[in-house]
């Protein structure tokens, strides 16, 4: 006798267990939706964010449980993990990153192109963690501008989705403007980039 083979046989009820990315602040008539620009992109870019995984040591396995099917991080509209710089928009840093790592670090960030975040994960990544020695950069944010911050040595999968929510909501609510302004120019060239 063949054994049965189950498939999928939970059925989906779809306005319970599917949801559905919600609208953003706007005012809705009969027919039209009318909101800001400045919403619209900050909707779209937050629901399809592209990491691009800087991943040195044990913090790399942890976010590799993030991106299995049991954390997936795919329904946050970030499963198109990239290795190629130009076409990614988060740079997750996750380990120990040596001194002799920052500029590599630092070359992978200047050939994303703008709007680019970061985020620094794990203790290492942070601060340099438990390695307070000659040779760790005692974290990232000496040669990268970092937005959003995951302490722990490492830090559990829930926390890195944490952290992903926090750059989704600096995502959507960033305005158009900011990359063009003053402060962040001071910014990047505080940390020698024009
Ligand atoms: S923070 Fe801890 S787990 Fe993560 S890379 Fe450093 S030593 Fe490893």
């Known amino acids: 006798?063949?054994?049965?083979?189950?498939?999928?046989?939970?059925?989906?009820k779809l306005e319970s267990d599917i949801s559905i990315?919600?609208?953003?602040?706007?005012?809705?008539?009969?027919?039209?939706?009318?909101?800001?620009?400045?919403?619209?992109?900050?909707?779209?870019?937050?629901?399809?964010?592209w990491p691009l995984p800087f991943a040195t040591s044990?913090?790399?396995?942890?976010?590799?449980?993030?991106?299995?099917?049991?954390y997936d991080l795919a329904r946050f509209g970030s499963e198109r993990v990239g290795f190629s710089p130009r076409q990614c928009d988060l740079l997750m840093?996750?380990?120990?990153?040596?001194?002799?790592?920052?500029?590599?670090?630092?070359?992978?960030?200047?050939?994303?192109?703008?709007?680019?975040?970061?985020?620094?994960?794990?203790a290492c990544a942070c601060s340099g963690g438990i390695f307070d020695?000659?040779?760790?950069?005692?974290g990232i944010d000496q040669v990268v501008p970092v937005d959003v911050y995951v302490p722990g040595c490492p830090p559990r999968p829930e926390a890195i989705i944490?952290?992903?929510?926090?750059?989704?909501?600096?995502?959507g609510k960033e305005s158009l403007r900011r990359r063009n302004g003053d402060e962040y120019k001071a910014l990047l060239e505080s940390y020698g980039i024009q």
């Not at 020695?133 to 005692?138: A, C, E, G, P």
């Open 21 to 49: 990315v919600g609208a953003p602040e706007g005012h809705p008539g009969e027919g039209f939706f009318a909101t800001s620009l400045n919403n619209v992109i900050g909707l779209a870019r937050k629901n399809s964010i």
């Open 1 to 12: 006798m063949p054994r049965p083979v189950a498939y999928n046989l939970i059925q989906k």
């Open 162 to 171: 944490d952290g992903l929510i926090r750059i989704q909501d600096l995502v």
């Open 58 to 70: 044990c913090c790399g396995i942890e976010f590799m449980a993030t991106m299995g099917s049991h």
């Open 133 to 138: 020695t000659y040779s760790v950069l005692q």
């Open 93 to 122: 840093v996750m380990g120990t990153i040596a001194k002799k790592m920052g500029p590599v670090v630092k070359q992978v960030y200047l050939q994303m192109a703008e709007p680019r975040w970061v985020m620094a994960i794990g």
